[in-house]
């Protein structure tokens, strides 16, 4: 399904401001999605973990972060474009139950909204895969938010495309605690951090802290899940045993990425 665009996800500055604009084929026609991939898969993260889905990948992303394990909806972006009719045909010839929306940052485009309802309409359980920059007007059953923390910054030395040119705009944009704040009052959350290391965990504790201070709505421990940086078997090898230590001395749930266990870096997975 990818297909190379030129008309995909802009570095200028004068899309700095305007995170909507980042993939060029929203605005005013609202009517179309860049889609990068579409698949049925299990969910490999978090807490449906396991349950047989259908991924529907948007391109495009208000962020940068190095470690990026969708590249091409971010760093490089490709996608075709496709109704939001075209997209529920494809969802419809997969028999799941379950829709996961991801991206790249599938709440940039308009579009996203007008699918998340129509998929609610039609009796579909939805997740959404969401860097909690954004807060939506849609029905979502699972707000699956991945706050990304400073560990994330492309700086100059991590930068997968070039010398730290998006470090300073992704500082910028990366936490929301006001957004992070509405979409747990709004939505049934999990809050999703990526750990690099031990040393993600102070920034972690400021950041669940700030978002249970600025929300009427109760964040648990266990809505709270570290996830093992890693796109590959191997570089897991490397994280997944530090981090399930982590969830166990903070008291936070540890979350798998069953997929790349299972099909290491495959696409459509
Ligand atoms: C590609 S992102 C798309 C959704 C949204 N942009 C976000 O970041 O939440 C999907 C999920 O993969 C996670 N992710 C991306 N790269 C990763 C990596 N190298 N290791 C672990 N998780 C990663 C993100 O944090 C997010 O939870
Ligand atoms: N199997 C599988 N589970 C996932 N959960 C979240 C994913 C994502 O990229 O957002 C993802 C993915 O790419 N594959
Ligand atoms: S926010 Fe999500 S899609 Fe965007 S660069 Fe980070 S991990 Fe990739
Ligand atoms: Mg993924």
Redesign the pocket.
């Given at each position: 399904m990818p297909v190379a665009s030129d008309d995909a996800v802009g570095v200028t500055d004068a899309d700095a401001d305007r995170a909507e604009t980042d993939c060029g084929t929203d605005g005013e026609s609202g009517g179309d999605l860049p889609i990068n991939e579409l698949f049925h898969s299990l969910q490999g993260?978090g807490r449906l973990a396991g349950v047989p889905s259908v991924f529907v990948r948007t391109s495009g992303?208000n962020?940068r972060?190095w470690?990026?394990?969708?590249y091409h909806?971010s760093w490089e972006p490709t996608h075709d474009s496709l109704s939001v009719l075209d997209v529920l045909a494809a969802v419809e010839d997969y028999d799941a139950d379950h829709v996961v929306l991801?991206?790249?940052?599938?709440l940039i485009h308009d579009a996203s909204e007008t699918l998340l309802a129509e998929l609610a309409d039609r009796g579909y359980h939805t997740t959404v895969?969401?860097?909690g920059t954004i807060v939506p007007d849609a029905p979502i059953d699972l707000a699956?938010?991945?706050p990304?923390l400073a560990s994330s910054t492309p700086t100059a030395e991590r930068d997968p495309a070039g010398d730290g040119e998006w470090a300073e705009r992704h500082e910028d944009r990366r936490l929301d605690v006001s957004a992070l704040a509405d979409l747990v009052e709004t939505y049934e959350t999990q809050l999703?951090f990526?750990v690099t290391g031990s040393e993600d965990t102070a920034e972690i504790e400021r950041v669940v802290e700030r978002v249970r201070d600025a929300a009427s709505a109760r964040v648990r421990d266990d809505d709270v899940l570290l996830?093992?940086?890693?796109?590959t078997r191997a570089e897991l090898n490397e994280t997944r045993e530090v981090v399930a230590d982590l969830a166990l001395e903070y008291g936070y749930r540890y979350t798998p990425?069953l997929h790349v266990d299972l099909w290491n870096d495959a696409p459509g997975t």
């Open positions: 993260e992303c962020l972060c470690f990026c394990d969708s909806t991801t991206g790249g940052e599938p895969e969401t860097n699956s938010v991945s990304k999703k990526v996830m093992p940086e890693g796109q990425r």
